[in-house]
């Protein structure tokens, strides 16, 4: 049997076995190479049997002998359980702690005979306390079945502080910005196991995010609005016809009787000239029957219906010349005269019933809006709406709904589109024809529902469900 090596031939031989170690951790690529060195070749520089790395975070990150741990393996969370407990307990010398079953819990001591031999050994970086969770190096659990020596933990002691420096070295910059504030939260999220559930950060974020969500808010709907006149006498035209001129321009005050335009009259002369000469004719032909009548009894018949031509082409005369004094367009009222350039009018033909123009009375306004079809909330009576103008957008013009159509109509945009008419609650100096848009405020709702409502009516046009 070979005699055992020399003390100082092993000192020499243990340093330059922790020379390798400190050689490849500096040389390491990734965290996950740096583990493995851990909990793997540690045995080198002092016989293990089993080793974990475990960090607070992430909970075990690397075993001995094991490619990637399982989570949910009843080992791993017992040794996950056993080193929340050794470091949530206080010690004069927390770096490197040898230690057995007999100063855990029962809970923790009952299971060890299933999993470690006699003795164990705890190590951690003393400085990595102030560090960040995300920042903060994994600590070390060694078992064996025979105490460690003092050479032993110093050796360890050496190998774990440089490899621990080579740990922060491969560590990302810490973020910044959003990031760092991402991060952060996930932290504060993070399921603390020595903390009972009511303590919970992540609990309480996720109360308060429910919280929020069920928020009371209003359903709202933006849609494009102009202020109009309420109830303005509408205008027409009374007979068929060109217009000849107007008398008054666009916006103007007018009272009423004055004369607004005019129609062309050499048609309507025209025929009252041609009813007056058929007219003149049958009175003629009825005197000369009348004067046959005396001599000839057969003549008599034709009277009667000669008499009622005659009234025939009386009563067209007088309908012409009625078309005649209606030429000229007088105002039913006084107002606003609201109508477009005159000039796109002068020498139009024109049908009877045609709407011309309006004329509104100055007070006279209220909101009509046009709500789109995937917008149509359902407004109550008396809803608030809000007319933003775009020539007075800081100066918001009030209402309350008065009118919602029943039944969608066609936009000169090609669009369809609800209309909405509100009553002003308030007096405006903004005059009518004005532009811009309405905000529409429905039924009361909760946050959640305000904000899913338009991506969940999509997503339900998009699959059908």
Not at 137 to 162: C, N, V
Not at 247 to 268: K, R, S, Y
Not at 420 to 449: C, F, I, M, N, S
């Amino acid at each position: 049997m070979s005699a055992a090596p020399h003390p100082a031939i092993r000192t020499v031989q243990s340093l330059a076995v922790l020379l390798d170690l400190t050689r490849r951790a500096r040389s390491a690529g990734s965290v996950r190479e740096l583990a493995f060195l851990a909990v793997n070749d540690t045995a080198q520089l002092s016989p293990l049997r089993q080793g974990a790395t475990w960090r607070m975070d992430m909970g075990v990150d690397a075993l001995s002998g094991v490619l990637q741990p399982e989570a949910n393996a009843p080992y791993v969370q017992w040794l996950d359980r056993l080193a929340r407990h050794l470091s949530a307990e206080p010690a004069a010398d927390s770096d490197i702690r040898a230690f057995d079953s007999h100063v855990l819990p029962a809970d923790l001591a009952e299971d060890w005979q299933s999993w470690w031999p006699a003795n164990a050994l705890w190590v951690m970086d003393p400085a990595s306390e102030s560090s960040s969770l995300d920042h903060r190096p994994p600590a070390w659990l060694f078992a064996r079945e025979h105490p460690w020596t003092e050479d032993e933990l110093r050796l360890i002691r050496e190998w774990r502080s440089a490899w621990s420096h080579a740990w922060v070295s491969l560590q990302p910059a810490r973020p910044k910005g959003l990031r760092s504030g991402w991060q952060r939260l996930r932290q504060h999220l993070a399921v603390r196991a020595d903390r009972p559930w009511w303590r919970q950060n992540r609990l309480a974020w996720v109360a308060a995010l429910v919280a929020v969500l069920c928020l009371p808010v209003r359903m709202t709907v933006m849609a494009p609005a102009e202020l109009v006149p309420a109830q303005p006498a509408v205008v027409r035209a009374p007979l068929d016809g060109v217009i000849a001129g107007f008398h008054v321009q666009p916006n103007a005050n007018v009272t009423e009787g004055q004369p607004l335009f005019d129609f062309d009259e050499a048609l309507i002369q025209s025929r009252i000239a041609v009813a007056r000469q058929a007219m003149l004719t049958a009175e003629t032909e009825y005197r000369q029957v009348m004067q046959q009548a005396l001599s000839d009894p057969k003549s008599k018949a034709q009277l009667a219906l000669l008499a009622g031509k005659i009234e025939e082409k009386q009563a067209e005369v007088d309908f012409l010349l009625d078309q005649a004094t209606r030429a000229r367009v007088l105002a039913p009222r006084s107002g606003v005269v609201i109508f477009d350039d005159p000039s796109e009018w002068i020498g139009k033909p024109v049908g009877t019933g045609e709407r011309i123009l309006r004329i509104a009375a100055p007070d006279d306004r209220e909101i009509e809006a046009w709500v789109p079809l995937a917008d149509a909330i359902p407004l109550p009576s008396q809803a608030g709406v809000k007319l933003y103008l775009n020539a007075s957008p800081l100066s918001p013009v009030e209402g309350q709904v008065r009118y919602v159509a029943h039944e969608a109509v066609a936009r000169p945009d090609g669009s369809h589109a609800y209309r909405v008419r509100a009553t002003l609650t308030g007096p405006t100096d903004h005059r009518v024809g004005l532009k811009g848009t309405a905000r529409l405020q429905g039924e009361w709702t909760v946050l959640a529902y305000w904000m899913m409502r338009r991506p969940l009516a999509s997503l339900r046009n998009s699959l059908g469900l």
